[in-house]
């Protein structure tokens, strides 16, 4: 006998939903706490897995400006490290260049993600915000709607819940429900680098005091500090590696010969305590605004890491999302909303094109074996490394993007 049961969906409501509870979604929900606008997060994962989720860990100086406007910078102030070096290597030596000391004299600011994410949590659990955690947001029905809703799976009840909203804010990544949710006919620019990485995080003291760039024949290696005991390296791997492929010790023998240690010196090993493969890809949707959706974050645009953009481009976003849903409370229209798109799109291309560039900088492009490419592209990035080396106006460039968004 089969047995069906139809269960009635709890009914919740808030004025904004947000979903997800990274960068994006947490800067937002403390901005629309403070303005004294109603509104939930739901985040799919445990209040542990956020809070020691490994990813980024350099922040823009626009970045750090937006969490101090709204006094959320205090952890990173306390604990943050300011950094503005990053060291190429390449066969034809290596050379730094001290970007922190060029043009605005602008500078990272070096802290966990999970830190900031932590924090950002804790003021807003403070400033009396709601958050649900083990709650996965399934789909976002009506956007087209002044009263879209939003379907999520209970932790502790086999019911569903349908959480009503004026407005839902879509910051829960590239795979979460808002993506999932938009029309058919949006569009979603994808790229595809054709590279892939193997990230990993070493219990090991950074070996350099910059940011380590080797662009090498075997593939790419990269070195970032994260603290003083961890340092985050990548390491190009053929699409398709799985992660456990690489023991330890074939991993840290790689990195030195990338690294060029024998030229620079070995580098500090430890303990791998995390690795994962990262393929190199890009995507931006596009409009942000889908009647009473709205993406930011990941959700919005996916950029590769290669030029550490990503949080930068969701705390920029969260912060012009807060002010315009602010603005469309206030004055009961959404003349800001309509606006906010546009506006957060064209930082979003411009990280594009700088991480792109970048990218370009420090990989083989594959697919370029054939008829002589491989030759040709190898060589165009040589002149372009040339070029950084020593061309004052390419330097300048640089500095501003890398620290920019
Ligand atoms: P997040 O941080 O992914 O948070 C989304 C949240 O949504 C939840 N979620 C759901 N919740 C409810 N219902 C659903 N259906 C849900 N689906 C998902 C998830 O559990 C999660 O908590 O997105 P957000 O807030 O947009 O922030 C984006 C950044 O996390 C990301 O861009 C950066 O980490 C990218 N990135 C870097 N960015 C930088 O600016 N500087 C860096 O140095 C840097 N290094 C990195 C990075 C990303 C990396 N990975 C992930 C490839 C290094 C790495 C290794």
Redo the contacts with the bound molecule.
């Keep these: 006998m089969t047995e069906t049961r139809t269960f009635q969906a709890l009914q919740k409501s808030a004025d904004v939903v947000v979903?997800?509870?990274?960068?994006?979604?947490?800067v937002l929900g403390n901005l629309l706490v403070a303005a004294g606008i109603d509104c939930v997060v739901?985040?799919?994962?445990t209040r542990q897995?956020?809070q020691t989720?490994?990813?980024?860990?350099?922040?823009?100086p626009n970045?750090v400006r937006i969490l101090d406007r709204h006094g959320l910078a205090d952890g990173l102030h306390r604990h943050g490290r300011t950094h503005g070096t990053c060291e190429f290597r390449t066969e034809e030596g290596s050379f730094r260049l001290d970007y922190g000391a060029l043009g605005r004299g602008e500078q990272h600011t070096v802290y966990p993600?999970q830190n900031l994410?932590t924090d950002l949590l804790a003021r807003y659990l403070d400033a009396g915000g709601r958050i649900r955690f083990r709650?996965?947001?399934?789909a976002v029905h009506d956007a087209d709607s002044t009263r879209p809703y939003v379907i999520?799976g209970e932790p502790d009840d086999d019911r569903p819940t349908r959480w009503t909203a004026r407005y839902v804010a879509g910051?829960?990544?590239?795979?979460?429900?808002?993506r999932r949710s938009l029309p058919a006919a949006t569009v979603r620019h994808h790229h595809d680098h054709g590279v892939s990485w193997l990230?990993l995080l070493a219990e090991a003291p950074p070996s350099l005091d910059a940011v380590g760039y080797a662009v090498h024949d075997r593939g790419f290696a990269g070195h970032?500090t994260r603290s003083p005991q961890i340092t985050?390296y990548?390491l190009q791997c053929p699409r398709g590696t799985p992660a456990d492929a690489w023991s330890d010790e074939r991993i840290w023998d790689e990195l030195d010969l990338r690294m060029r240690a024998v030229e620079h010196g070995p580098l500090r090993r430890g303990r791998i305590t995390e690795r994962?493969v990262?393929d190199l890809a890009c995507d931006v949707v596009e409009p942000l605004r889908h009647g009473s959706l709205l993406l930011?974050?990941?959700?919005?645009s996916?950029?590769a890491?290669a030029a550490?953009?990503?949080?930068?481009?969701?705390i920029l976003a969260?912060e012009s999302l807060a002010g315009a849903l602010t603005e469309a409370f206030a004055r009961g229209d959404d003349t800001a909303l309509d606006r906010y798109s546009a506006r957060v799109l064209a930082h979003i291309w411009r990280s594009q094109e700088f991480t792109h560039w970048m990218t370009g900088l420090l990989h083989e492009i594959p697919g370029q074996e054939h008829s002589g490419g491989s030759f040709f592209h190898a060589s165009l990035r040589r002149a372009r490394l040339r070029s950084l080396r020593t061309s004052r106006t390419h330097q300048l460039w640089f500095a501003e993007n890398y620290v920019g968004v």
């Design positions: 979903l997800g509870a990274g960068p994006a979604g947490l739901l985040e799919r994962a897995h956020v989720r490994a990813r980024a860990g350099f922040l823009a970045t993600q994410v709650t996965e947001a399934l999520t910051c829960d990544g590239r795979h979460g429900a808002a990230g970032m985050r990548y994962g990262i930011a974050g990941d959700a919005a996916l950029t890491p550490a953009k990503g949080a930068n481009l969701a969260a």
